[in-house]
């Protein structure tokens, strides 16, 4: 497998392992209540999502409510996944410099 489409496919599931931790991490927030803070699980999943966060908030607006941070994360998340799905993976499949056909080919086996 070429490195770009090796770096594409691990920043892929990196992108998608973060949505899952900020979408797992909400609906903790919302289960635990007022005692979130002292749920061992939530600050597992504070400490996992914090670097989404702070990249998050260091380049949104300082207009932007901290509370709402987590939502632009995730909207950042999901808007870097479709990019990296629907635009990077099929041009760079589609140029002759990488060869998806392996990649393929696991897809038709599954």
Request: charge should be positive; glycine fraction near 6%.
């Amino acid at each position: 497998m070429q490195t770009e489409l090796l770096i594409v496919i691990v920043l892929k599931g990196l992108l998608e392992l973060a949505g899952l931790f900020l979408i797992a991490q909400g609906a903790l927030h919302m289960l635990a209540g007022a005692k979130r803070d002292s749920n061992i699980f939530y600050q597992i999943l504070q400490i996992v999502t914090r670097p989404v966060l702070r990249f998050t908030r260091f380049i949104t607006p300082r207009m932007v409510v901290d509370r709402h941070i987590p939502y632009v994360a995730l909207l950042l998340v999901v808007w870097g996944w479709l990019i990296l799905l629907f635009w990077i993976l099929p041009e760079l499949c589609g140029s002759q410099r990488v060869d998806c056909r392996e990649l393929l080919d696991r897809k038709r086996a599954d």
